[in-house]
């Protein structure tokens, strides 16, 4: 990422912002290219879920414009790069501003995924939006509740009141 950088953006950036951090000086549309290549070739899963919560998450709700990105990555037709846009969503929701029509939207897109490690990437979403707003986990899983995958709904109810999450997977058993 280094060599897509400019000294002179980064010392801009620097005093703009008022950092303390070190800035490299790389524009979004460079970084853009470097995080989708780095998901793209990232070996392990461990790697691929710090890149996208910590890096592309941040950028996102740094930067909510770049939401359009991820909207892409979840139809793309590489599974790690569809794990990674659903992933970035823990970065706002654990910030306190999660982004609940994306989501919702991405919930929806890839409810029926055959892919384990996408279910369960959206099953940790839903799992860390329920220690915030267990209603609205609640409220989005029941109707679903009958093509959720297992790992998802396991995942979903895991911090739900004992009475919703009983009784969400009971409808699932049924």
Do not use: C
């Not at 990555?73 to 794990?83: E, G, I, L, Q, S």
């Amino acid at each position: 990422m280094r060599a897509q950088g400019d000294s002179v953006r980064a010392a801009n950036e620097k005093r703009y912002l008022k950092s303390d951090f070190v800035h490299i000086g790389v524009p979004v549309p460079a970084l853009r290219k470097v995080a989708v290549s780095a998901v793209k070739t990232t070996p392990t899963r461990d790697e691929l879920l710090a890149l996208a919560e910590k890096v592309v998450g941040r950028l996102v709700v740094r930067h909510p414009d770049l939401g359009s990105v991820l909207d892409a990555w979840v139809a793309d037709p590489y599974m790690w790069v569809r794990r990674a846009a659903v992933l970035a969503l823990l970065a706002g929701i654990r910030n306190g501003s999660p982004d609940l029509v994306r989501i919702d939207k991405f919930g929806d897109a890839l409810i029926g995924e055959r892919e384990f490690f996408i279910r369960k990437a959206l099953g940790w979403v839903l799992r860390e939006l329920s220690k915030k707003d267990p209603g609205w986990v609640a409220r989005w899983v029941e109707p679903r509740v009958e093509v959720i995958s297992g790992v998802t709904l396991r995942e979903a109810v895991r911090w739900l009141p004992e009475e919703d999450a009983g009784r969400l997977r009971a409808t699932q058993r049924r």
